[in-house]
Structures are given as C-alpha cells and as structure tokens.
C-alpha cells in the first residue's frame, strides 16, 4: 500500500502510522486493516478519497473506528465505498426527513421507467441510508429511539417505491390497469416505528376491488402485487434484501396473503384471538391506498381498544401465551436472563406490560392510542397508571436491551436476541457501545432488567 513514489503512495506512507493506532484499538485490527485496504484498492485512484482522509481527521477516525468495531456498516461501505463522504460532516450522519425522501423518491420515477430498475435504485438508497444510520449511531450521534425511528422510515420509504414499482410491472405483465387498490399496513417493530438493523418487514395486504371489477381477477391482481413487490425486495443484488413478512396476517401462513377490508374486519370481529387484538396495537398505514388504510384503522380501533376494557378470559389467555412463550420460545439452554427479547424483564416483559394497559384503558384514554413503545409508556405515566419510577424502570430496560440488540447486529453482522458469554464476543459489543468494560455492562444489564421483571410481575400478572 506504501510501496513507490505515487502521490497515492505518499499520501499512504503518512495515513497509515494513524490508522494502525486506530485499529490496534479495536477487537479485530486485523479485519479492519484487511478492510481498509479493499476500500483502498477500490478508491485509491479516485482523486478525493485519501485527499479527504489526510484533510480531515475526523473522517479518517471514523472511518477507522467503523472498520474496526461494525462488520455490518463495513460490509455497507464496502459495497458503495464512495459513501465515505458523509464521515466529514455530522450534518451529513443525521437523518433525512420524509421531505427528502418524497424528493427522491419523484427523482427516481423520473430517472427510471423500468420496474425492476426502480426497485434497484430504492434498494440502493436503502443501503445508503442503513450506512447513514449505522455510522451515526456507532459515534454517538443518534439516540436508540432515533435510530428505530429512521430505520423504520427508510424502510417504509422503500416499501413505497418497491410498491410503485410492483404495481406498474403487474400492469404490463396484464396489459391493463390494475382492478383492485392495494394498501400495506405494518405491523410489530415496523408499525411501532422501533426496527432495528436486523429486523424484517411485517405488513397486511389490504386489497379493495374497484368499481365493476370481478372479485376473483381482483384478488388474483392483489396477489400478483404483493407477490411482485416481495420478489423485488428479496431479489439477487449488492444490496442487502428487505424480507416483507406476512405471517401476523389472520391466520398465519396458512391464511390468504391478500384479503379485502371487509375479510379482515369479519375476521377479526368474529374469529380473532386476544394475542391477534393485541397486535392490531402496532398497526399502522405505510404505503398505497389511503383511503383504504384510514378505514381499517378507524374501524379496528374498537378491536384493538375494547369499549369495556379487557375481558378476563382474554386477560387469562394472555398470562397464558406470554408464559408459554417464556417456556417454548427461548433457545434450548439459553440463559433466559440474557435473552434480549424473551428473557426476564425483556424487551418482550416491557412491551406487554404497556400493551396490558392499552387495551385496559385506550377507549377511554386517548393518549394511550400509540404504535410506539416509549409514548404509550409516558401516556400510562402521565394517565397514573405508571408510577414515575415504574416508568423509568421500564422506560430504562427497553432502551438498554433495543441498544444491546442493535449494537449485537452492528459487530457481527448477524441477527440475535441473545447476549453472548464468550469474552472475545462480549469484547466486541462493548466496543460497538462505547462502554468501558463487559463486566460493568452485563451487571447493568441483569439490575435493570431484574427491576423491570419485578414491575412486569406486579402489574401483568398480579391484577386481574
């Protein structure tokens, strides 16, 4: 990298004592340095790139910092290392707005004609900003809630275009208008707008048949559309894929992927399960047909928000489920006091606690009547349901488990709910965090949540 009189070289030979010190820093030099190198071989001939990295300190040591601690952002950066850019400049590494994205969203229907080319470039501009997030968040620059909330977003944003784009290929493939109005309303973390960096896409087809067409073609167009737009998001690419999940769909896997409003709310109505009620609390509209995504809101509400509250059956097959999911759900052996999601005082733990007190009260108290977390738990504080401190103490355990869970994802590059044991890997996390020791971190960890547990167990289990 050093060897000749290139002006590259020189630039190298005065970089790399810097850097070495920088990547001795981290949990594995070695992969950073094997990294900067790639990014090297391909941008060393590009004018700007080491002309950026001697001139401004600030993106050489991110830069450094994010090859030696992130193998998610590394592998990003890696498949569009012109990004580098955006390291200078902490305006740069906060998020876009909705704005911006309506922006290039319109610039990228005007560049692009073909389907599967607009799917390409939305994809692209998701890798974009998933490095965008990733960077800002491993410097500090994003709060945990931030990082969910513009994950979600970027996502949504995705979802959108890829949506667009399904809807004109379907077109062409029939050679006709589409005879149905197609909406997506997400589900889970999406719905809550609380993704994480390994968290897939969880959506309801809702599908409407317009005026005088036949209900079988217009199933069979809706289908073709939710088919076409999941083909295009998982598609072969440099790109990472997005997965749109169906599965909390009525039924499951085994139910229709697509159905009209009026199923859903038959459904519903007549058939669902208290845990089915209960995930109507994260649903939100994201992309498609307005009109149809105002109506299944405003119509689940007295499904999702009960007008004499919570019934005790449901109350007791809830207690059930949520024991059953402690039981059977957790990996074979796994420490369940280390399980992020499942495990005692678990995002899992804070998440039903508020949901309880959602369905209890949300017809009467309208503050309640939120997809996010965070703002149902400061709604039940401010309604007294919370004390102050229970709000801080679970307030508290869902931020500190989403951040592990997300910092797990940014070292390795792999999703997963449990906090592992080994050193070399505890090593990484707490790298990835910012943190001073693993030790004090898992402490911190096991008090919060066990205090969490204990709110958890007072109020979900010990009311009726």
């Known amino acids: ?18 850097l070495l010190d920088w990547f001795a820093r981290a949990p594995e030099p070695d992969v950073a340095l094997l990294a900067f190198r790639q990014i090297s071989d391909q941008l060393g001939s590009t004018p700007w790139y080491l002309r950026l990295l001697r001139d401004e300190s600030s993106a050489a040591e991110r830069l450094s910092h994010i090859l030696g601690a992130s193998r ?32 290039e969203q319109n610039s990228i229907f005007n560049r692009y004609k073909n389907p599967k080319e607009v799917a390409l470039a939305a994809r692209a501009l998701r890798r974009r900003e998933l490095l965008r997030c990733a960077t800002g968040d491993l410097v500090g620059l994003l709060p945990v809630e931030a990082v969910g909330s513009y994950l979600s977003l970027v996502t949504q944003t995705t979802i959108e275009i890829a949506l667009k784009a399904a809807m004109l290929q379907v077109e062409q493939d029939r050679n006709s208008s589409l005879s149905t109005d197609l909406c997506l309303i997400a589900m889970g973390r999406f719905g809550g707008l609380e993704l994480g960096y ?27 559309v939710a088919n076409q737009l999941r083909n295009l998001l998982m598609a072969p690419s440099v790109d990472p894929a997005l997965e749109v999940d169906a599965d909390l769909r009525p039924e499951g896997k085994n139910g229709p992927l697509v159905r009209t409003l009026d199923s859903y709310l038959a459904y519903y109505q007549t058939w669902s399960s208290p845990w089915e009620a209960q995930a109507l609390l994260r649903a939100m509209p994201i992309a498609g047909n307005k009109e149809i995504a105002n109506k299944f809101i405003e119509r689940i509400n007295a499904i999702r928000y009960p007008k004499n509250g919570l019934k005790n059956e449901a109350l007791v097959e809830m207690r059930k489920l949520k024991a059953r999911m402690e039981s059977e759900r957790l990996p074979r052996g796994a ?23 959602q369905m209890r009260h949300g017809h009467e108290l309208t503050s309640l009547r939120t997809t996010s977390t965070l703002t149902a738990l400061a709604a039940a504080k401010n309604e007294k349901l919370l004390t102050e401190s229970e709000f801080e103490i679970l307030t508290k355990a869902w931020q500190r488990a989403t951040k592990i869970r997300n910092g797990l994802m940014l070292a390795k590059n792999k999703p997963t709910d449990q906090i592992p044991t080994q050193v070399g890997d505890l090593r990484a996390l707490t790298f990835v965090l910012g943190e001073d ?28």
């Not at 390994?198 to 069979?220: C, M, Q, W, Y």
């Not at 960890?445 to 979900?460: L, P």
Request: with cysteine; glycine share 6%.
């Open 1 to 18: 990298m050093t060897s000749g009189v290139s002006r590259r070289a020189q630039i190298q030979k005065t970089l790399l004592p810097i």
């Open 72 to 103: 998610y952002a590394t592998d990003l950066l890696l498949k569009a290392p012109d990004s580098i850019g955006m390291f200078a400049d902490d305006q740069e590494l906060q998020p876009r707005s909705a704005a911006q994205f309506q922006s």
């Open 198 to 224: 390994g968290s897939d896409a969880d959506v309801l087809f809702i599908h409407e048949p317009k005026p005088g067409a036949e209900t079988i073609d217009a199933e069979r167009c809706a289908l073709e």
């Open 335 to 357: 420490d369940p006091t280390l399980n992020l999601k499942l495990g005692r005082g678990g995002l899992s733990d804070v998440e039903w606690t508020v949901q309880l007190l």
């Open 437 to 464: 020791s693993y030790a004090e971190l898992m402490e911190d960890y096991r008090r919060t949540t066990r205090r969490a547990r204990s709110v958890m167990e007072q109020i979900f289990y010990g009311e009726n």
